[in-house]
């Protein structure tokens, strides 16, 4: 008996007995279709706070070489036997990548804290992979302090080119009238100087060994007797199992 009709006959009808009244039935809120929506949006974001593309915009992730690497590093250990020496050892290089990544992202967020910006700084350092160069408001001034940011301090510690989600923030920063300031407080905290050039060299070095390693196609394939020997190799590198875990779900 519909709702409706039980209203209808306690209101006009005082012999019908509505005390046997059926649970009123309820629909969902949000059809399967949104919430579909809501966790495919969710697990962009986060991958995009996991991983932190460079460039945030390309789905492939392709259009870089630092980016590609990490893909295909993360791919490589999809398909590989979990619990492997080639398992652990692709975390670990994995894990290298994003501290790297992690390591920039700190450098960013400690000016922008010293700047005033202590609840705001984590939402002016997101970046969705949503970016869209056409939504920015200073696009060609914002590439220039990037390029100043790269050249005359040591923030992001690398002869690569600086990511591009960085245009993004600086370009927020430039509607906030503080990314001068931003540059000024980045050539004071990180200043550049000859003692950078041999750190500069170790990510080139890095990226490469990581490249010859994807192409190597790790598989794997270890015997089930070398797992003590890849635990204790953990154990060294600082990457438990726990850190397994917590690497495989940014698969997800």
């Known amino acids: 008996m ?3 009709f039980r209203r209808f006959c ?3 009808c005082c012999c019908c007995c509505c005390d046997d009244d059926e649970p009123e039935e309820k629909r969902p809120l949000l059809s399967s279709e949104t919430l579909q929506y809501f966790a495919s949006e969710a697990k962009k974001r986060r991958d995009q706070e996991t991983n932190l593309w460079s460039e945030p915009g390309d789905p492939s992730h392709s259009e870089r070489d630092d980016d590609r690497t990490l893909y295909n590093l993360l791919q490589t250990r999809a398909k590989t036997r979990r619990g492997s020496e080639g398992y652990r050892r692709l975390s670990v290089d994995i894990h290298a990548m994003r501290e790297v990544r992690r390591g920039v992202r700190e450098r960013w967020k400690m000016i922008l804290e010293n700047l005033g910006f202590t609840a705001e700084a984590e939402s002016l350092l997101t970046v969705s992979a949503s970016a869209s160069y056409d939504r920015m408001r200073n696009a060609p001034t914002a590439r220039r302090l990037l390029h100043t940011l790269h050249s ?36 004071r ?7 950078d050039e041999d750190e500069e060299e170790a990510p080139a070095i890095n990226l490469s060994l990581l490249l010859s390693r994807v192409n190597q196609g790790l598989s794997g394939g270890e015997e ?6 890849a635990s204790g190799s953990s154990r060294v590198s600082g990457v438990s199992d726990d850190d397994d875990v917590f690497l495989e779900k940014s698969l997800d």
Do not use: H, M, W
């Open 189 to 195: 905290l990180y200043p550049k100087g000859d003692e």
């Open 10 to 12: 306690a209101q006009f």
């Open 152 to 187: 005359e301090t040591s923030i992001f510690n690398s002869r690569e080119p600086p990511p591009e989600r960085y245009l993004f923030i600086l370009d927020r920063l430039l509607y906030l009238d503080v990314a001068e300031d931003f540059v000024a407080k980045a050539r």
């Open 2 to 4: 519909g709702a409706a």
């Open 224 to 229: 089930d007797d070398d797992l003590e020997n």
